[in-house]
């Protein structure tokens, strides 16, 4: 896959490192000419292209191939900018797929379609999002959002008075805009089927469209 | 915005009625720039994370594209049965690609 | 009219000061405090520090539908930002934002928004866009029978023909503006919401343009 990474910063040369790793084409494009410089110096990440540029213009996208990018992430420190690159990716350019990262948590709202982004993520929200699923136990805890906010993807850790407990997943009542993705039991991933039977401390995955959180936060938590 | 007719390009002359070149939409491919002439057939407020859009679907006989424009309810002049040509690089759906606030070009019935 | 200006720069401290000393009541936001010296000590607006695309920062400064706003920090992404969430966030019809980029200016103003590049960049062109109201003309001929008056226009003027507007108002729409781009427009050509139209217009008619164009209603 041909991955465009706007923002070279520690972020972005990690992915991109990452990626090219994987066997994608990357091209990492910043502002920055001392970075870009020294990226291109350094051949660091390896096979990484380098571009010095404004990712927040329509004619540098254009000469650094957007118009056949399969994947543009806007990873820069300042979200202004991301949300520019990624309206320009997806208007312009119609990129299939366009991540965005958010970088002040107040900001997190417009990291929609709105701005032409299909996966925000907020480094702070996962953070704590994280921390929260260490510490607590019978919570609903959000970890991602997909689609602009349309799919989110949520975690319990059944407590020992959960309703679930003893159920079989196709008793759990869970409505139909909602999935079981993955039930983590001591420490081995079980791929759910309808009768998989679930246990106090399972981390149930589940993926939720539309506006039914409550509906499976009452079946797996009460 | 408005793309004129080979005969029409004469910039010394006045120019009279502008003729706007548009592709058929079985032939637009996503990704290029494209400039497709049709009706409107279809028009719907789809609203996302809270924020207004509004989807509107054109058709010129060869297939129907969609066109949306974020964050808008409506759009002056554009109405069911309007003739309107759309402009813009659109993106692959599962039946039918779709323009993201494109340019668009009110057009007479 | 109640007018929100983001940005204290010269550009903004100067519109700030000229709707101020009228009767409007303007707020100015920035993020940097010290901008608002510019401002002078007997600036009769508010004063905000935040940041102009933040709702509570907005909400906190009476941003109402029928408000304007005027995005000019001196970073384009920004304005984009204050602009949009203006518009689409709290409905506010009256929104100019400041462009540095021309190329830029063209995909936004499909967005519907209207804006002023630099080279044009005057505090009195920003004022004309914020306040309908104003009718200070392009041009006057010295015998001052005829004006070149600019409008944009509204949605309920949408799908009215040049060659229809010419006619109502006895006037010649010089120069259309559209998505950014100019053009001297045909008369069979349609006017679409947001543009912006150059008239060519007996000074004793420019009202019925006005009218011919669904401004009347549009009185601050």
Known sequence: MKVIIAGAGSVGRYMAGQLQDSGHAVTLIDNDASIVANGQATRTPVGVTWFLGDACEVATLRSIGTADADIVAAVTGDDEDNLVVSLLSKQEFAVPRVLARVNNPKNEWMFTDMWG??????????????????????????????EGGKARLAEVTLAAGSPAITKEITQLGLPRESTV???LREGHVVVPRGDTVLHE?????????????????????? | MVRLGRKQRDSRQPQPVPEIVGTRISDAQPRARVCVIGKVTRMTARPTSGQPALAVSISDGTGTVTAVWTGRREIGGITLGRRVAIEGVPVKRADHLEFTNPGYTLLPR | MHVIVVGC???????????ASTDHSVVVIDRRLEAFRRLGEGFTGTTMVGVGFDRDVLTGAGVTPDCAVAAVTSGDNSNIL??????ETFGVQHVVARIYDPRRAEIYERLGIATVATV???SARVLRHLLASDTTPDWIDPTAKFTIVERRVAAGAA???IAELEASTSGRVAVLGRFGQASIPAPAMLLQEDDVVHVVIASDNAASLDSALHLAGETH
């Open chain 1, 117 to 146: 982004v299909d996966v925000s993520v907020s480094t702070p929200h996962l953070l704590t999002a994280l921390v929260e699923e260490a510490v607590t136990v019978g919570s609903f805890v959000r970890l991602l959002s997909l």
């Open chain 1, 181 to 183: 993705v993955a039930v």
């Open chain 1, 201 to 222: 401390g399972d981390e149930v995955l589940v993926l939720v469209t539309g506006g039914v959180e409550d509906d499976v936060r009452r079946a797996l938590v009460g």
């Open chain 3, 9 to 19: 720069g010269r550009v903004g401290s100067e519109v700030a000061l000229s709707l």
């Open chain 3, 82 to 87: 204050i602009a949009r969430v203006a518009r």
């Open chain 3, 120 to 122: 044009a960049w005057t």
């Open chain 3, 159 to 161: 799908g009215m023909s």
